[in-house]
């Protein structure tokens, strides 16, 4: 079965602090990744892709990993601002479909306090 | 910011209401979705829509209907509403590039419906 698992479930950070986020996938053929970050009453927006080949993908404060051999992909935040206080969502496609089906994770609740 | 608007933004309606969620996208894109959210809860697709005159149910069984008669309209309609169909329903659309099966998908704010 096709499952993304992402951990902590919710993180508490101060401002300016660093944070790392973890996923985990078993979705199969594999074709991308993405973290998308949703604000609290708003659509998932992209943050970065990856595709099998990739192993590191910046964007601006924000730096995604990925390791294919043992399906696992780690969003890093740096220097975190109040406006990162969102939900983190880690997005499998699979290549298997035309549609370009999507797996979702339940997301990370980032919360960065003052 | 992507063009995909989705109306009401919130709506809070009786048990037994027929209702339509309203998503338009201008960015001329054939494929489009519906996804429905719970709080902490991942998004499961509902329906999903490769073009005019095509849709397709989705992962998640869903009570609700949809059409897509133009290309940048695809609306979803829940012919009685019940307080299960309480939930957040996000439309999403993305464009088909020769070659490629995936491409990003650019999602709307978002409907939160509340059937009492």
């Known amino acids: 079965k096709n499952q993304v698992e992402q951990s902590p479930q919710s993180l508490i950070i101060l401002e300016g602090k660093n944070c790392t986020l973890q996923?985990?996938?078993?979705?199969?053929?594999?074709?991308?990744l993405r973290w998308y970050k949703q604000d609290t009453g708003r659509g998932p927006v992209s943050l970065t892709i990856?595709?099998?080949?990739?192993n590191t993908k910046s964007n601006g404060r924000y730096t995604a990993t990925l390791d294919a051999d043992t399906k696992q992909s780690s969003l890093h935040i740096t220097a975190s601002q109040l406006s990162d206080s969102a939900s983190y969502i880690c997005?499998?496609?699979?290549?298997?479909?035309?549609?370009?089906?999507?797996?979702f994770g339940r997301g990370t609740q980032l919360t960065v306090w003052p | 910011e992507a063009d995909i608007y989705q109306t009401p933004r919130y709506l809070v309606i009786g048990t037994g209401k027929k209702i339509t969620l309203e998503c338009s996208q201008t960015m001329g894109h054939d494929k489009m979705y519906w996804y429905q959210q719970d709080p902490g809860m991942e998004l499961h697709l509902i329906h999903y829509s490769y073009g005019v005159n095509s849709t397709e149910k989705g992962d998640l069984s869903s009570e609700s209907t949809v059409s897509r008669i133009r290309t940048e309209h695809f609306p979803l309609t829940l012919e009685s509403a019940r307080p299960s169909h309480t939930s957040q329903y996000l439309c999403a659309s993305s464009e088909t590039l020769a070659g490629q099966g995936d491409n990003e998908q650019f999602f709307g704010p978002g409907t939160r419906l509340t059937v009492l």
């Open positions: 996923c985990n996938y078993t979705v199969s053929p594999f074709s991308n």
């Open positions: 997005v499998v496609s699979d290549r298997g479909s035309t549609l370009g089906r999507l797996y």
């Open positions: 990856m595709t099998f080949s990739e």
